[in-house]
């Protein structure tokens, strides 16, 4: 009888655990959430809602809503964000991507490829985030095994260099340095991709609030070796494509021929020297270009929206 109602207690307590529900609420919002909403007005009133939050953090202001004057250049030195200077941001405010180039140390970058090295040999023997290795291409394109994507987790603290980077730049994006870890993607193509097989490689968005990424590429990526790809200026909430695309989508992603001159005209292709740091919103439309050759891409990525979520939001007074 005890037993049982120990039991029937910790059934109610799991029933009605206020940390589950905590956890749902404080969620940055999900495009997974919105698709179910399929009346317009109750669409509406929902992402005005959010966007009068973000318009209330002055730094995501600036960045996601405020017109910002036209900048050509998008690829920096990682000099340039270590001396304060503001080009950087006024250029990510104005495109939704940046390029830093000679980001780290010889000796750093060595120490980052030897990490690879442990995912591609399958010989773990620094210290991560969870031992396994994930098979992510599994979980991302099913069956089709034209692309394997081996996946591990590394805390910043091994990364010390990335770690002091993510935080300048956090600061100015959302006024105060967000934490992460790094996610550490090794993307091995054993056969010459087709056009648009797979959902990462049409161009789509990721949130339809500000959503930043940060990634490292300590190789060279060229034009075959699935470089990321960015149309510029979709990342301002108040764009009317974007706005029609996510008022009106259920999958929140775009053909080629969906797109208009002025779309197809701000498309950057990000292919970087070894050794560089893509600074992007992927709120904006942007997508992994398909392998030309069998090659192998390793990245570094570094996500925010687990600790600048929906209190975060709420929070704005902390932030500026
Ligand atoms: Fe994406």
Redesign the pocket.
């Known amino acids: 009888m005890n037993y049982l109602n120990t039991r029937s207690r910790k059934n109610l307590l799991k029933y009605f655990n206020p940390k589950k529900y905590v956890n749902f609420l404080r969620q940055y919002p999900r495009l997974q959430n919105l698709s179910k909403i399929n009346n317009k007005i109750t669409r509406s009133i929902l992402i005005k809602y959010y966007f009068s939050l973000v318009r209330k953090n002055k730094n995501l202001k600036n960045f996601f809503v405020d017109q910002s004057p036209h900048i050509s250049k998008i690829n920096f030195n990682i000099q340039d964000l270590y001396s304060g200077d503001d080009k950087i941001f006024n250029s990510l405010a104005s495109n939704g991507i940046v390029i830093l180039e000679e980001v780290l140390t010889s000796e750093e970058r060595s120490k980052i490829l030897n990490y690879f090295i442990e995912i591609e040999q399958n010989k773990i023997t620094s210290t991560w985030i969870n031992d396994k290795i994930i098979d992510a291409s599994s979980v991302k394109y099913k069956e089709n095994n034209k692309v394997k994507i081996s996946y591990m987790q590394k805390e910043l603290e091994y990364l010390p260099s990335l770690l002091n980077i993510n935080n300048l730049i956090t600061k100015r994006i959302f006024g105060k340095s967000v934490k992460t870890f790094a996610e550490f993607f090794l993307h091995n193509c054993l056969e010459k991709e087709n056009l648009n097989i797979y959902e ?1 490689t049409k161009f ?3 949130r339809y609030l500000p959503c930043l ?1 940060i990634i490292y590429t300590p190789n060279e990526i060229d034009i075959s070796g699935g470089h990321f790809g960015f149309i510029k200026k979709t990342h301002k909430l108040n764009n009317e494509f974007m706005n029609s695309l996510v008022m009106n989508s259920k999958s929140f992603d775009v053909e080629e021929d969906q797109l208009n001159d002025e779309l197809r005209n701000n498309i950057v292709s990000s292919t970087c020297p070894k050794n560089s740091l893509i600074i992007t919103f ?1 709120n904006g439309l ?3 270009n398909i392998f030309q050759t069998k090659s192998i891409r390793k990245t570094i990525f570094f996500q925010f929206t687990n600790n600048f979520n929906f209190f975060s939001l709420l929070n704005h007074k902390k932030y500026n």
Do not use: A
Request: hydrophobic residues 10%; glycine residues 0%.
């Open positions: 990462d789509h968005i990721d990424k992927t942007h997508k992994r």
